[in-house]
Protein backbone atom coordinates (compact mmCIF):
# COMPACT_ATOMS: atom_id res chain seq x y z
CA UNK A 1 0.00 0.00 0.00
CA UNK A 2 0.93 3.42 -0.47
CA UNK A 3 2.50 5.36 1.98
CA UNK A 4 2.20 9.12 3.16
CA UNK A 5 4.59 11.09 1.44
CA UNK A 6 6.25 14.63 2.50
CA UNK A 7 4.00 17.60 2.63
CA UNK A 8 4.29 19.17 -0.86
CA UNK A 9 2.53 22.50 -0.94
CA UNK A 10 4.07 23.87 -4.18
CA UNK A 11 2.51 20.72 -6.16
CA UNK A 12 -1.10 21.20 -4.64
CA UNK A 13 -2.05 23.51 -7.32
CA UNK A 14 -1.22 21.86 -10.49
CA UNK A 15 -2.21 18.55 -9.30
CA UNK A 16 -6.09 19.96 -8.65
CA UNK A 17 -6.00 22.00 -12.16
CA UNK A 18 -5.61 18.20 -13.69
CA UNK A 19 -8.10 16.80 -11.93
CA UNK A 20 -11.30 15.62 -14.46
CA UNK A 21 -13.43 19.20 -15.19
CA UNK A 22 -16.58 16.36 -14.22
CA UNK A 23 -14.69 16.13 -10.38
CA UNK A 24 -13.69 19.59 -10.02
CA UNK A 25 -17.98 20.58 -11.05
CA UNK A 26 -18.83 18.41 -8.82
CA UNK A 27 -16.69 19.53 -5.90
CA UNK A 28 -17.46 23.37 -6.72
CA UNK A 29 -21.34 22.17 -6.88
CA UNK A 30 -20.95 20.66 -3.27
CA UNK A 31 -19.49 23.30 -1.84
CA UNK A 32 -21.61 26.06 -2.88
CA UNK A 33 -24.56 23.71 -1.78
CA UNK A 34 -22.83 23.79 1.82
CA UNK A 35 -22.46 27.56 2.19
CA UNK A 36 -26.07 28.35 1.02
CA UNK A 37 -27.88 25.23 3.06
CA UNK A 38 -26.18 27.16 6.19
CA UNK A 39 -28.41 29.87 7.50
CA UNK A 40 -27.56 32.87 9.48
CA UNK A 41 -29.07 31.14 12.74
CA UNK A 42 -27.14 28.09 12.79
CA UNK A 43 -29.30 25.65 11.53
CA UNK A 44 -29.57 23.75 8.12
CA UNK A 45 -32.16 24.30 5.10
CA UNK A 46 -33.31 20.48 4.92
CA UNK A 47 -35.21 21.31 1.88
CA UNK A 48 -32.38 23.00 0.03
CA UNK A 49 -30.61 20.22 0.80
CA UNK A 50 -32.77 17.37 -0.49
CA UNK A 51 -32.86 19.58 -3.31
CA UNK A 52 -29.54 19.92 -4.39
CA UNK A 53 -28.38 16.31 -3.62
CA UNK A 54 -30.82 13.85 -4.49
CA UNK A 55 -31.84 10.89 -2.44
CA UNK A 56 -32.52 7.00 -4.17
CA UNK A 57 -35.00 4.44 -3.26
CA UNK A 58 -33.50 1.08 -2.24
CA UNK A 59 -35.34 -1.81 -4.43
CA UNK A 60 -35.89 -5.13 -4.30
CA UNK A 61 -34.95 -5.21 -8.33
CA UNK A 62 -31.28 -5.62 -8.51
CA UNK A 63 -29.30 -2.31 -9.41
CA UNK A 64 -25.41 -2.90 -10.48
CA UNK A 65 -26.04 -6.70 -9.77
CA UNK A 66 -27.45 -5.74 -6.26
CA UNK A 67 -29.98 -5.89 -3.92
CA UNK A 68 -30.74 -3.28 -1.65
CA UNK A 69 -33.31 -2.72 0.60
CA UNK A 70 -34.26 -0.35 4.27
CA UNK A 71 -35.39 -1.34 7.43
CA UNK A 72 -36.23 1.41 10.02
CA UNK A 73 -34.47 0.24 13.46
CA UNK A 74 -35.64 2.96 15.68
CA UNK A 75 -39.31 4.21 14.97
CA UNK A 76 -38.25 6.78 17.83
CA UNK A 77 -35.27 8.48 16.52
CA UNK A 78 -36.50 7.66 12.96
CA UNK A 79 -32.60 5.88 12.79
CA UNK A 80 -32.98 3.23 9.48
CA UNK A 81 -30.41 1.27 7.67
CA UNK A 82 -29.99 0.54 3.92
CA UNK A 83 -28.55 -3.10 3.17
CA UNK A 84 -26.71 -4.13 -0.24
CA UNK A 85 -26.46 -7.73 -1.27
CA UNK A 86 -24.70 -9.16 -3.97
CA UNK A 87 -26.42 -10.93 -7.00
CA UNK A 88 -25.31 -14.57 -5.87
CA UNK A 89 -22.66 -15.76 -8.68
CA UNK A 90 -22.84 -19.10 -10.17
CA UNK A 91 -22.09 -21.88 -7.36
CA UNK A 92 -21.29 -18.87 -4.99
CA UNK A 93 -21.90 -20.63 -1.37
CA UNK A 94 -18.99 -18.33 0.54
CA UNK A 95 -20.19 -16.31 3.65
CA UNK A 96 -20.09 -12.57 3.10
CA UNK A 97 -18.16 -10.39 5.91
CA UNK A 98 -20.56 -7.39 7.05
CA UNK A 99 -19.67 -3.81 6.52
CA UNK A 100 -21.17 -1.07 8.78
CA UNK A 101 -21.27 2.16 6.87
CA UNK A 102 -21.57 5.49 8.55
CA UNK A 103 -21.56 8.41 6.05
CA UNK A 104 -19.65 11.86 5.97
CA UNK A 105 -21.23 15.07 6.00
CA UNK A 106 -19.43 16.66 8.68
CA UNK A 107 -22.53 15.03 11.04
CA UNK A 108 -24.69 18.19 9.38
CA UNK A 109 -25.63 16.82 5.60
CA UNK A 110 -25.61 13.88 3.75
CA UNK A 111 -27.83 10.38 3.47
CA UNK A 112 -27.41 7.01 3.47
CA UNK A 113 -30.03 7.23 0.60
CA UNK A 114 -27.98 9.85 -1.12
CA UNK A 115 -26.98 8.92 -4.61
CA UNK A 116 -23.68 8.89 -4.38
CA UNK A 117 -23.35 6.71 -1.29
CA UNK A 118 -25.66 4.22 -2.95
CA UNK A 119 -23.06 4.27 -6.12
CA UNK A 120 -20.43 3.51 -3.87
CA UNK A 121 -22.30 0.70 -1.47
CA UNK A 122 -23.33 -1.10 -4.41
CA UNK A 123 -19.61 -1.03 -5.84
CA UNK A 124 -18.26 -2.19 -2.26
CA UNK A 125 -21.04 -4.95 -2.40
CA UNK A 126 -20.36 -6.57 -5.57
CA UNK A 127 -16.66 -5.64 -6.03
CA UNK A 128 -15.36 -6.86 -2.15
CA UNK A 129 -18.56 -9.41 -2.00
CA UNK A 130 -19.96 -8.21 1.00
CA UNK A 131 -23.21 -7.46 2.82
CA UNK A 132 -22.84 -3.31 3.05
CA UNK A 133 -25.32 -2.04 5.49
CA UNK A 134 -25.22 1.84 5.53
CA UNK A 135 -26.47 3.82 8.25
CA UNK A 136 -28.88 7.04 8.51
CA UNK A 137 -28.08 8.47 11.75
CA UNK A 138 -29.89 11.94 13.15
CA UNK A 139 -28.13 15.05 11.91
CA UNK A 140 -26.78 18.36 13.90
CA UNK A 141 -27.73 20.89 14.61
CA UNK A 142 -31.31 19.80 15.55
CA UNK A 143 -28.99 16.71 17.03
CA UNK A 144 -25.92 17.23 18.72
CA UNK A 145 -23.34 15.13 20.42
CA UNK A 146 -23.55 12.23 21.31
CA UNK A 147 -26.45 11.70 18.88
CA UNK A 148 -24.61 10.23 15.58
CA UNK A 149 -22.56 8.01 17.69
CA UNK A 150 -25.56 6.37 20.03
CA UNK A 151 -27.90 6.18 16.74
CA UNK A 152 -24.45 3.93 14.62
CA UNK A 153 -23.88 1.85 18.26
CA UNK A 154 -27.52 1.40 18.09
CA UNK A 155 -27.99 0.12 14.84
CA UNK A 156 -25.21 -2.00 15.30
CA UNK A 157 -26.85 -3.94 18.52
CA UNK A 158 -30.11 -4.16 16.18
CA UNK A 159 -27.66 -6.46 13.95
CA UNK A 160 -26.56 -8.65 16.64
CA UNK A 161 -30.48 -9.15 17.53
CA UNK A 162 -32.90 -11.38 16.07
CA UNK A 163 -34.34 -8.64 13.51
CA UNK A 164 -30.95 -7.61 12.32
CA UNK A 165 -30.33 -11.78 11.90
CA UNK A 166 -33.96 -11.77 9.63
CA UNK A 167 -32.66 -8.74 7.64
CA UNK A 168 -29.54 -9.78 7.21
CA UNK A 169 -28.77 -12.53 4.14
CA UNK A 170 -28.19 -16.47 5.34
CA UNK A 171 -24.92 -16.39 3.97
CA UNK A 172 -24.16 -12.60 6.38
CA UNK A 173 -20.93 -13.58 8.59
CA UNK A 174 -21.28 -11.25 11.80
CA UNK A 175 -18.41 -12.68 13.29
CA UNK A 176 -16.41 -10.43 10.02
CA UNK A 177 -17.82 -7.30 10.64
CA UNK A 178 -15.88 -4.01 9.26
CA UNK A 179 -16.93 -0.80 10.47
CA UNK A 180 -16.15 1.60 7.54
CA UNK A 181 -16.85 5.38 7.24
CA UNK A 182 -15.59 8.74 5.79
CA UNK A 183 -15.29 12.46 7.25
CA UNK A 184 -17.59 12.38 9.83
CA UNK A 185 -18.31 8.74 9.21
CA UNK A 186 -14.54 7.72 9.55
CA UNK A 187 -14.80 10.11 12.92
CA UNK A 188 -17.89 7.49 14.31
CA UNK A 189 -15.72 4.64 13.50
CA UNK A 190 -13.01 5.74 16.16
CA UNK A 191 -15.89 6.91 18.27
CA UNK A 192 -18.49 3.66 18.48
CA UNK A 193 -15.51 1.10 17.81
CA UNK A 194 -14.03 2.10 20.80
CA UNK A 195 -17.36 1.87 22.73
CA UNK A 196 -17.65 -1.98 21.08
CA UNK A 197 -14.46 -2.91 22.35
CA UNK A 198 -14.67 -1.83 25.50
CA UNK A 199 -17.22 -4.84 25.71
CA UNK A 200 -20.08 -2.37 27.72
CA UNK A 201 -22.91 -4.20 25.74
CA UNK A 202 -22.72 -7.88 24.38
CA UNK A 203 -23.68 -7.98 20.92
CA UNK A 204 -24.09 -12.06 20.46
CA UNK A 205 -21.88 -13.50 17.24
CA UNK A 206 -21.20 -9.85 16.25
CA UNK A 207 -17.44 -9.25 16.13
CA UNK A 208 -15.44 -6.17 14.50
CA UNK A 209 -12.42 -7.45 12.85
CA UNK A 210 -11.32 -3.94 11.24
CA UNK A 211 -11.98 -0.56 10.98
CA UNK A 212 -11.35 1.75 7.37
CA UNK A 213 -11.37 5.36 8.19
CA UNK A 214 -11.91 6.89 5.02
CA UNK A 215 -10.23 10.62 5.46
CA UNK A 216 -11.79 10.63 8.95
CA UNK A 217 -13.27 14.29 10.33
CA UNK A 218 -10.66 15.02 13.51
CA UNK A 219 -10.00 18.41 14.43
CA UNK A 220 -8.56 20.92 17.30
CA UNK A 221 -7.88 24.43 18.38
CA UNK A 222 -4.40 24.17 16.85
CA UNK A 223 -4.47 25.13 13.07
CA UNK A 224 -2.23 22.54 10.99
CA UNK A 225 -0.09 23.62 8.29
CA UNK A 226 -2.61 21.33 5.92
CA UNK A 227 -5.57 23.66 7.01
CA UNK A 228 -3.51 26.75 6.76
CA UNK A 229 -2.09 26.47 3.06
CA UNK A 230 -4.32 24.14 1.72
CA UNK A 231 -7.20 27.19 0.57
CA UNK A 232 -7.68 26.34 -3.02
CA UNK A 233 -8.17 22.62 -2.77
CA UNK A 234 -11.85 21.15 -3.37
CA UNK A 235 -14.68 20.46 -1.63
CA UNK A 236 -13.67 21.24 2.01
CA UNK A 237 -12.96 24.74 3.41
CA UNK A 238 -12.19 25.54 7.01
CA UNK A 239 -14.99 27.84 7.41
CA UNK A 240 -17.12 24.89 6.39
CA UNK A 241 -15.39 22.80 8.72
CA UNK A 242 -15.66 24.86 12.02
CA UNK A 243 -18.97 25.75 11.20
CA UNK A 244 -19.96 21.60 11.11
CA UNK A 245 -17.85 21.54 14.66
CA UNK A 246 -19.73 24.32 16.14
CA UNK A 247 -23.01 22.84 14.98
CA UNK A 248 -22.44 19.04 16.38
CA UNK A 249 -20.22 19.51 19.62
CA UNK A 250 -22.23 20.78 22.89
CA UNK A 251 -22.99 24.41 23.08
CA UNK A 252 -19.48 26.16 24.42
CA UNK A 253 -17.16 23.25 23.65
CA UNK A 254 -14.15 24.49 21.75
CA UNK A 255 -12.96 22.08 18.88
CA UNK A 256 -10.59 20.15 21.55
CA UNK A 257 -13.71 18.77 23.02
CA UNK A 258 -12.86 14.97 22.72
CA UNK A 259 -15.27 14.28 20.29
CA UNK A 260 -12.90 16.05 17.90
CA UNK A 261 -9.66 15.94 18.89
CA UNK A 262 -9.36 12.48 20.05
CA UNK A 263 -5.81 12.91 20.14
CA UNK A 264 -5.94 16.10 22.52
CA UNK A 265 -5.47 16.02 26.57
CA UNK A 266 -9.21 15.51 26.69
CA UNK A 267 -9.73 12.36 25.18
CA UNK A 268 -9.91 9.04 26.02
CA UNK A 269 -7.27 7.16 27.17
CA UNK A 270 -7.37 3.85 24.83
CA UNK A 271 -4.21 2.70 25.75
CA UNK A 272 -5.72 -0.53 26.93
CA UNK A 273 -8.76 -0.44 24.55
CA UNK A 274 -8.63 -3.90 22.19
CA UNK A 275 -9.07 -2.35 18.98
CA UNK A 276 -9.20 -4.33 15.62
CA UNK A 277 -6.44 -3.32 13.18
CA UNK A 278 -7.10 -0.05 11.26
CA UNK A 279 -6.93 1.77 7.86
CA UNK A 280 -6.75 4.97 7.79
CA UNK A 281 -7.22 6.76 4.34
CA UNK A 282 -5.55 10.48 3.38
CA UNK A 283 -5.93 11.92 0.59
CA UNK A 284 -3.19 14.85 -0.49
CA UNK A 285 -5.64 17.37 -1.23
CA UNK A 286 -7.50 17.48 1.87
CA UNK A 287 -7.34 20.05 4.56
CA UNK A 288 -7.80 17.70 7.00
CA UNK A 289 -4.67 15.74 5.74
CA UNK A 290 -2.33 16.73 9.17
CA UNK A 291 -5.14 15.29 11.41
CA UNK A 292 -5.10 12.53 9.40
CA UNK A 293 -1.71 11.57 10.00
CA UNK A 294 -1.64 12.59 13.77
CA UNK A 295 -4.50 10.20 14.07
CA UNK A 296 -2.52 7.67 12.04
CA UNK A 297 0.44 7.86 14.27
CA UNK A 298 -1.62 7.76 17.62
CA UNK A 299 -2.84 4.46 16.82
CA UNK A 300 0.72 3.49 16.34
CA UNK A 301 1.86 5.39 19.79
CA UNK A 302 -1.02 3.65 21.56
CA UNK A 303 -0.23 -0.03 20.46
CA UNK A 304 -2.95 -0.34 17.79
CA UNK A 305 -2.25 -2.25 14.33
CA UNK A 306 -2.75 0.36 11.82
CA UNK A 307 -2.34 0.74 8.10
CA UNK A 308 -1.83 4.38 6.30
CA UNK A 309 -3.07 4.13 2.47
CA UNK A 310 -2.03 7.69 1.10
CA UNK A 311 -3.51 8.93 -2.35
CA UNK A 312 -1.71 12.29 -3.57
CA UNK A 313 -3.88 13.27 -5.85
CA UNK A 314 -7.38 12.68 -3.82
CA UNK A 315 -9.59 15.40 -2.71
CA UNK A 316 -12.16 15.11 0.29
CA UNK A 317 -14.14 12.48 -0.58
CA UNK A 318 -12.47 10.91 -3.64
CA UNK A 319 -14.17 7.83 -3.39
CA UNK A 320 -17.31 9.22 -3.98
CA UNK A 321 -16.31 10.71 -7.48
CA UNK A 322 -16.36 9.80 -10.54
CA UNK A 323 -13.00 8.75 -11.74
CA UNK A 324 -10.14 5.76 -11.44
CA UNK A 325 -8.90 7.05 -8.37
CA UNK A 326 -12.35 5.69 -6.61
CA UNK A 327 -12.08 2.37 -8.58
CA UNK A 328 -8.25 1.51 -7.67
CA UNK A 329 -9.57 2.04 -3.88
CA UNK A 330 -11.59 -0.31 -3.48
CA UNK A 331 -9.26 -2.63 -4.67
CA UNK A 332 -7.00 -1.73 -2.14
CA UNK A 333 -9.45 -1.76 0.32
CA UNK A 334 -9.91 -5.35 -0.33
CA UNK A 335 -6.41 -6.03 -0.07
CA UNK A 336 -7.07 -4.76 3.34
CA UNK A 337 -9.78 -6.72 4.29
CA UNK A 338 -8.98 -10.19 2.62
CA UNK A 339 -5.74 -9.85 5.38
CA UNK A 340 -8.63 -10.13 8.39
Known sequence: MKKMRPYDQQGVDEITRKLPQRVQWLSWLAKQGSYIARRSND???RTLISWLMPKVPASDTPDRGVYAKDAVIDSVTGVWVRLYVPVPE????EELPVVVYFHGGGFCVLSAADKNYDVFCRQLAKR??????????????EHKFPAAYD??????????????????????DLSRCFLMGDSAGGNIVHHVGCRVAEGTQDLGLLRIVGHVLIQPYFGGEERTASEIKLTKVPLVTLETSDWFWRAFLPLGASRDHPAANVMGVNSHDISAVKLPPSLVVIGGLDILRDWQQRYFEYLQMMGKEAELLF???????????????????????SVFMDRL
Open 128 to 141: RRAAVVSVEYRLAP
Open 43 to 45: TVN
Open 151 to 172: DCFAALTWLASSEGEIFLPRNA
Open 90 to 93: DNES
Open 311 to 333: YENAIHAFHLMPYPLSSHFIQDL
